[in-house]
């Protein structure tokens, strides 16, 4: 009790008994006193395990939704801030404007302003402009994201009714010049986040939809999911459209969110001309759709290290930078320390991927180390401390280093040495 309070051991106790009763119920054996006092303190141990365990990435996936997205800016969140006050006047501020003056120079919109995600963003722009009115939308645009964001059921949310046009693979421009015949509040376009389409496919170009929706005097919007504002063949990989040479074809706004390609913390982001961003300030879903200080800190400090040129100081960005060769000595690195301690390790290239919907079917050079075995060799991986979630490939277990920091290897040698060390894994062509 000392050690653990008195709380928690009563609960540990009480679960030991409860499971004991169950045993007796089902006519099983019912466990000796020392029985359950080990369980209870198995329990305790459980109980002592962090809510959310820290991971090291060795998926290869930079941006894993599973694993908390982009790697963020974490600056000190001290226990008071000038949030949502003027220091000079001495009166109340306005909590969001440090960020959105921020967005606002970066990417050179009229206005910008920020929720809690992109789902988040897209409810509010519906809900503020198109409730009860319809939004059309290409059949080949209609996406389901993970973990439930399914376009047509977010608009049924918002209160807005889908009007779709085109067909899965060809939409023209005739498509949507029909459609604005209906007087919809708005035409949507939406990033193919998570897949591609290809072969007998047809998409008007964005400069032409934004002709057409101005010319019957209705809003563009497009939801741009990743993020992108960099040239991504910087890194690698093809060019993809930026925020920046959207909001140049003049559409009326553009949300994304923060934690994709942007590197920062989960959040919404919603650009574009005062006469779309305005009736989101008013909307009273506005409020409930806040970020926390912490994440406005974390985007606040992404944001002046884009502004500042010190792309590199944004940890996903710093994992992009960094030279295939380095990846590669580090991998030869670890393999040799694991050997050392009898773990069967080899070197190998891989392809690691950006994740998070941005880049669908597009791959960058990344080196790791194969551990052969399955399963149970990803499971032990997973039960370290902290725990390395790997890949599984083909009778072998990859640890992929892109998504690890440089200054995380010794950590990573030592999770990986502890979970399969000691011999248990038996050495096997280790060869490069
Ligand atoms: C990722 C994504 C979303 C959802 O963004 P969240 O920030 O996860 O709510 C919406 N639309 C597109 C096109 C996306 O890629």
Redesign the pocket.
């Known amino acids: 009790m000392a050690s653990f309070g008195r709380l928690r051991v009563r609960d540990v106790v009480r679960r030991a008994l409860t499971s004991a009763r169950r045993d007796l119920l089902a006519g099983r054996e019912v466990p000796s006193f020392e029985a359950l006092v080990d369980r209870a303190l198995a329990l305790l141990a459980q109980a002592g395990t962090p809510a959310y365990p820290p991971v090291l990435n060795a998926t290869g996936v930079l941006i894993h939704?599973n694993l908390g997205r982009a790697p963020r800016l974490s600056p000190h969140l001290p226990a008071y801030l000038a949030l949502e006050f003027d220091l000079e006047a001495g009166e109340r501020g306005e909590r969001l404007s440090p960020v959105s003056e921020r967005l606002v120079r970066y990417f050179g919109c009229e206005a910008a302003t920020v929720v809690t995600?992109?789902?988040?963003?897209?409810v509010l722009l519906l809900s503020a402009h198109a409730a009860g009115r319809s939004v059309v939308v290409s059949r080949g645009e209609l996406?389901e994201?993970g973990?439930s964001?399914r376009?047509p059921e977010i608009m049924a949310a918002a209160g807005a009714s889908l009007l779709e046009v085109g067909c899965t693979n060809r939409t023209h421009v005739a498509d949507y010049e029909q459609a604005l015949a209906q007087e919809p509040a708005a035409l949507l376009v939406?990033?193919?986040?998570?897949f591609n389409l290809s072969g007998f496919v047809a998409q008007p170009p964005l400069a032409d939809l934004v002709a057409v929706a101005h010319r019957h005097g209705v809003p563009i919007w497009v939801?741009?999911?990743?993020g992108c504002h960099l040239d991504l063949a910087a890194y690698g990989l093809r060019r993809e459209t930026t925020v920046r040479e959207i909001l140049a074809t003049e559409v009326d706004a553009v949300?994304?969110?923060?934690?994709?390609l942007l590197g920062g913390p989960?959040?919404?982001i919603v650009m574009g001309r005062s006469s779309a961003l305005e009736p989101l300030r008013q909307h009273p879903l506005r409020r409930a759709l806040r970020p926390d200080k912490g994440v406005l800190l974390s985007l606040a400090a992404t944001l002046d290290a884009f502004l500042a040129d010190r792309t590199e100081e944004v940890p996903l960005y710093r994992l992009l930078g960094e030279p295939v060769s380095r990846v590669r000595a580090r991998a030869r690195r670890l393999a040799n320390r694991l050997h050392r301690s009898g773990v069967a390790a080899s070197v190998t290239p891989t392809r690691a991927v950006l994740g998070?919907?941005?880049t669908p079917d597009q791959t960058l050079a990344s080196w790791g180390i194969a551990i052969p075995g399955g399963d149970e060799v990803a499971l032990r991986l997973r039960r370290a401390t902290p725990a390395v979630v790997a890949r599984r490939e083909e009778g072998r277990v990859l640890v992929d280093l892109r998504a690890i920091f440089p200054e995380q290897d010794r950590e990573l040698a030592r999770a990986v040495q502890a979970a399969l060390g000691g011999g248990r894994v038996s050495a096997s062509a280790a060869t490069e």
């Open positions: 939704t995600n992109n789902a988040a963003a897209l996406i994201i973990g964001f376009l939406v990033h193919r986040s998570n939801d741009q999911g990743s949300l994304f969110s923060a934690d994709k989960q959040a919404g998070g919907g941005t």
